[in-house]
């Protein structure tokens, strides 16, 4: 199996609470798997008593996992606490912050307006923008392609601890638009100027993504939440998925929760204050959902776009999401969102995902970061197989990083293993 690359090469010294630090209270997991005849006992109780054990090892209050087999739905539980305050348990239903998962509902809505005509992927974004420019002359040369695929050369250049107590949040309509047509100036967020020459190069941009969002909106004439509520979450049957905070039911969603200080067995986990939320991220980072929720989408994708009869994209265009892009991954960039393998440390990247190898099965996956928050997503579409976790824990990024802020990351990988028959 996997084991996760050591963030900018700090080791962590990952041991048992101590007796100084404040306890998880854990309650029993719950939510049943949903149909034990295709996802058997021992399977099941091998799942639990790793995800038990990772929980415990990572000091992770609450995870919610779904998994999708066949293309059909066989597991769904929730372990933990959505609050160490209140002890809320987890459950498939309870809503997690899933950051930049939001990729691929972006790039599933972006596909079925390319299925309806309405854009073109190797047109310049200009096309549809015609207010999008940038203090770099190759800014003309941006396909939608290119931003699909990470190659727009677009790359964020800010620290997140520094900015989030001070940023302007915008939550009016027209968000979006207002945040494109300011992205010729530079701004704490990026520099304007381009990394590499559009189609050179993978990097990783929240920022890119909101351009996205905004050709989205000017193409179907409706907001980006309302477009992917109307045709992805409704047709799906997605009822607790929403780009919107203020659609969240506050007795479902699960809180932040961060380190009080350095050290993954010294500090205490604690919730913390949820990012202020601004809209003309939706695109990149807003995505709110579900195990429940999530597993019916990756049930859909895992059976050529259809799910119960609702169809959101044809079996070509679902293929388009694990279609390597052939870019190649920027070195920094592999070093430090990468698992560590023999030979590399992603085959690639793809519309909208990373691609890679797990036992042979060519998988394609997304992770989300956010402040208390962390999620993975990995779908093996020759095995009809996908698997989705959310956890409540994430690094309190104004502190030293001194715990696993990337369980998630390796935590899907062994699952997706397991899952392929891996001892």
């Given at each position: 199996?996997y084991?996760?690359?050591?963030?900018?090469g700090?080791?962590?010294?990952?041991?048992?609470?101590a007796?100084?630090?404040q306890?998880?209270?854990r309650?029993?997991?719950?939510g049943a798997?949903v149909?034990?005849a295709?996802l058997d006992?021992?399977?099941?109780?091998r799942?639990?008593a790793?995800?038990t054990?990772?929980?415990?090892?990572?000091?992770?209050?609450?995870l919610a996992?779904?998994?999708?087999?066949?293309g059909?739905p066989?597991y769904e539980?929730?372990?933990g606490v959505?609050?160490v305050?209140?002890g809320?348990p987890v459950?498939p239903?309870?809503?997690?912050?899933?950051?930049?998962?939001?990729m691929?509902p972006?790039t599933?809505?972006v596909l079925?307006?390319?299925e309806?005509?309405?854009?073109d992927?190797?047109?310049?974004?200009t096309?549809?923008l015609?207010?999008?420019?940038?203090?770099d002359?190759r800014?003309?040369?941006?396909t939608?392609?290119?931003?699909l695929?990470?190659?727009?050369?677009?790359?964020?250049v800010?620290?997140?601890a520094?900015?989030w107590d001070?940023?302007p949040v915008?939550n009016e309509e027209?968000?979006?638009?207002?945040?494109?047509?300011g992205?010729?100036?530079p701004?704490?967020?990026f520099?304007s100027r381009?990394a590499?020459?559009?189609?050179?190069v993978f990097?990783?941009?929240?920022i890119?993504?909101?351009?996205?969002?905004?050709i989205?909106?000017?193409?179907?004439?409706?907001?980006y939440?309302?477009?992917v509520?109307?045709?992805?979450?409704a047709?799906?049957?997605?009822e607790?998925?929403?780009?919107l905070l203020?659609?969240v039911?506050?007795?479902?969603?699960?809180?932040p929760?961060v380190l009080?200080?350095?050290?993954?067995?010294?500090?205490n986990i604690?919730?913390?204050?949820?990012?202020?939320?601004?809209?003309e991220?939706a695109a990149s980072?807003?995505?709110?959902?579900n195990?429940?929720?999530?597993?019916r989408?990756?049930a859909a994708?895992?059976?050529g776009g259809?799910?119960e009869g609702?169809?959101?994209l044809?079996p070509?265009?679902?293929?388009?999401?694990s279609?390597?892009s052939?870019?190649?991954?920027?070195p920094?960039?592999?070093?430090?969102?990468?698992?560590?393998h023999?030979?590399?440390?992603?085959v690639?990247?793809g519309?909208?995902s990373?691609?890679?190898e797990?036992?042979?099965?060519?998988?394609?996956h997304l992770?989300?970061?956010?402040?208390?928050?962390?999620?993975n997503i990995?779908l093996?579409?020759d095995?009809?197989?996908?698997v989705?976790?959310?956890?409540n824990?994430?690094?309190?990024?104004?502190?030293?990083?001194g715990?696993?802020?990337?369980?998630?990351?390796?935590?899907?990988p062994?699952l997706m293993?397991?899952?392929l028959?891996?001892?």
């Amino acid at each position: 199996m996997y084991r996760r690359t050591w963030m900018l090469g700090v080791l962590v010294l990952v041991v048992l609470l101590a007796s100084a630090c404040q306890p998880i209270q854990r309650p029993p997991a719950s939510g049943a798997p949903v149909d034990v005849a295709k996802l058997d006992d021992a399977m099941a109780a091998r799942i639990d008593a790793y995800v038990t054990e990772q929980q415990d090892r990572n000091r992770v209050p609450g995870l919610a996992i779904a998994i999708v087999k066949d293309g059909q739905p066989v597991y769904e539980r929730g372990f933990g606490v959505a609050n160490v305050d209140s002890g809320r348990p987890v459950t498939p239903g309870t809503v997690f912050r899933l950051a930049d998962i939001a990729m691929i509902p972006t790039t599933i809505a972006v596909l079925q307006l390319v299925e309806q005509g309405k854009i073109d992927l190797d047109a310049p974004v200009t096309t549809y923008l015609p207010y999008f420019q940038l203090q770099d002359e190759r800014y003309k040369d941006i396909t939608v392609r290119h931003i699909l695929e990470g190659k727009s050369g677009i790359e964020d250049v800010y620290d997140i601890a520094r900015i989030w107590d001070t940023y302007p949040v915008d939550n009016e309509e027209g968000a979006i638009e207002r945040y494109v047509r300011g992205m010729a100036q530079p701004s704490r967020l990026f520099s304007s100027r381009l990394a590499f020459a559009p189609g050179r190069v993978f990097v990783h941009s929240y920022i890119a993504r909101i351009i996205l969002g905004d050709i989205i909106q000017k193409v179907s004439g409706q907001s980006y939440e309302e477009y992917v509520d109307e045709h992805l979450f409704a047709p799906l049957g997605m009822e607790h998925s929403t780009f919107l905070l203020d659609a969240v039911d506050p007795a479902l969603l699960a809180s932040p929760h961060v380190l009080t200080e350095y050290g993954l067995a010294q500090a205490n986990i604690v919730v913390s204050d949820l990012v202020p939320f601004s809209r003309e991220f939706a695109a990149s980072d807003n995505l709110y959902s579900n195990a429940e929720d999530m597993s019916r989408m990756m049930a859909a994708l895992l059976n050529g776009g259809e799910l119960e009869g609702a169809r959101i994209l044809t079996p070509e265009s679902v293929k388009l999401l694990s279609a390597r892009s052939g870019a190649a991954l920027d070195p920094i960039q592999q070093y430090t969102w990468g698992y560590e393998h023999p030979a590399h440390l992603y085959v690639g990247y793809g519309m909208g995902s990373f691609i890679d190898e797990i036992e042979g099965c060519s998988v394609y996956h997304l992770f989300g970061l956010q402040l208390g928050y962390r999620a993975n997503i990995m779908l093996c579409p020759d095995q009809k197989l996908g698997v989705v976790l959310m956890g409540n824990r994430g690094q309190n990024e104004r502190l030293t990083p001194g715990g696993d802020e990337f369980y998630a990351n390796e935590m899907l990988p062994d699952l997706m293993s397991m899952l392929l028959g891996a001892e």
